[in-house]
């Protein structure tokens, strides 16, 4: 079990950070009213969608396998590839790079938070002659900072609870080395494969408090940076 809390808590602390910051500055991009703009969001999204299904992870391992394309382009350069997949030491981040490539979802309501901001708050600023990282820094990031908030509960609560990419990249194994051993795999692995019915469910009800332990900190610490006008 530690070794499954550790893949969980490193995957959930390093994917989502990432992934939440790749998906706002998309928004960011998209929000400067360029043309076509639902395409581009059609296309953003689309991976959040995917990202989690059997497919998608599948066609991860192809891309990373030793002779995917992620190696076949290092090669271009003299450079030899790791085997991601099947080394331990690459095999997580794998999966945190898919992970990090399905921002569609909070990047859609990123998008949608922006357009709520008032404008009148940066022409004022432009007037006082803030540069525009004091703008982000003192205008957008306090104003949607609800909006990242949300995001941020979401998206630890989801990670927490990944199965399918560690299932499938590792054929239900968990492997390399348990590089991929997500907690909820490790509980599927304790009470469909071994049959420790009773194990598994104490694992199932432990994920339940620490999802609800990590959900109570993060409201509790929210009153510290998030901003709320009224």
Same mark, same amino acid.
């Given at each position: 079990?530690? &070794?499954?809390?550790?893949?969980?808590?490193?995957?959930?602390? $390093?994917? +989502?950070?990432?992934?939440?910051?790749?998906?706002?500055? #998309? *928004?960011?991009?998209?929000?400067?009213?360029? /043309?076509?703009?639902?395409?581009?969001?059609? $296309?953003?999204?689309?991976?959040?969608?995917?990202?989690?299904?059997?497919?998608? +992870?599948?066609?991860?391992? &192809?891309?990373?396998?030793? /002779?995917?394309?992620?190696?076949?382009?290092?090669?271009?350069?003299?450079? =030899?590839?790791?085997?991601?997949? %099947?080394?331990?030491?690459?095999?997580?981040?794998?999966?945190?790079?898919?992970?990090?490539?399905?921002?569609?979802?909070?990047?859609?309501?990123?998008?949608?938070?922006?357009?709520? #901001?008032? @404008?009148?708050?940066? =022409?004022?600023?432009?007037?006082?002659? *803030?540069? /525009?990282?004091?703008?982000? /820094?003192?205008?957008?990031?306090?104003?949607?900072?609800?909006?990242?908030?949300?995001?941020?509960?979401?998206?630890?609560?989801?990670?927490?609870?990944?199965?399918? &990419?560690?299932? #499938?990249?590792?054929?239900?194994?968990? !492997?390399?080395? !348990?590089? @991929?051993?997500?907690?909820?795999?490790?509980?599927?692995?304790?009470?469909?494969?071994?049959?420790?019915?009773?194990?598994? %469910?104490?694992? *199932?009800?432990?994920?339940?408090?620490?999802?609800?332990?990590?959900?109570?900190?993060?409201?509790? *610490? &929210?009153?510290?940076?998030?901003?709320? =006008?009224?």
């Amino acid at each position: 079990m530690g &070794q499954s809390l550790i893949v969980t808590f490193t995957y959930t602390f $390093v994917s +989502v950070p990432l992934s939440l910051i790749a998906a706002l500055g #998309v *928004a960011l991009a998209l929000n400067k009213g360029i /043309r076509g703009l639902p395409l581009y969001r059609a $296309v953003y999204y689309l991976p959040s969608l995917l990202g989690g299904s059997v497919a998608i +992870v599948m066609l991860w391992r &192809q891309i990373f396998g030793t /002779r995917g394309i992620v190696n076949t382009f290092l090669g271009w350069f003299g450079i =030899e590839g790791p085997a991601w997949v %099947s080394d331990p030491s690459t095999a997580l981040s794998v999966l945190i790079i898919l992970n990090v490539w399905t921002f569609g979802a909070p990047m859609v309501i990123f998008l949608a938070s922006l357009r709520q #901001v008032p @404008t009148m708050y940066y =022409e004022a600023a432009s007037v006082d002659g *803030a540069s /525009r990282w004091r703008q982000f /820094r003192s205008i957008t990031l306090p104003l949607i900072s609800p909006i990242i908030f949300f995001n941020l509960v979401l998206s630890t609560i989801g990670t927490l609870q990944t199965f399918t &990419q560690g299932y #499938v990249l590792s054929n239900g194994s968990g !492997g390399p080395a !348990g590089s @991929t051993l997500f907690y909820n795999l490790n509980l599927y692995i304790e009470g469909f494969s071994r049959f420790n019915m009773g194990y598994a %469910s104490a694992m *199932a009800w432990l994920l339940l408090v620490i999802i609800a332990a990590f959900t109570a900190l993060n409201f509790i *610490a &929210q009153k510290y940076w998030v901003y709320y =006008e009224n």
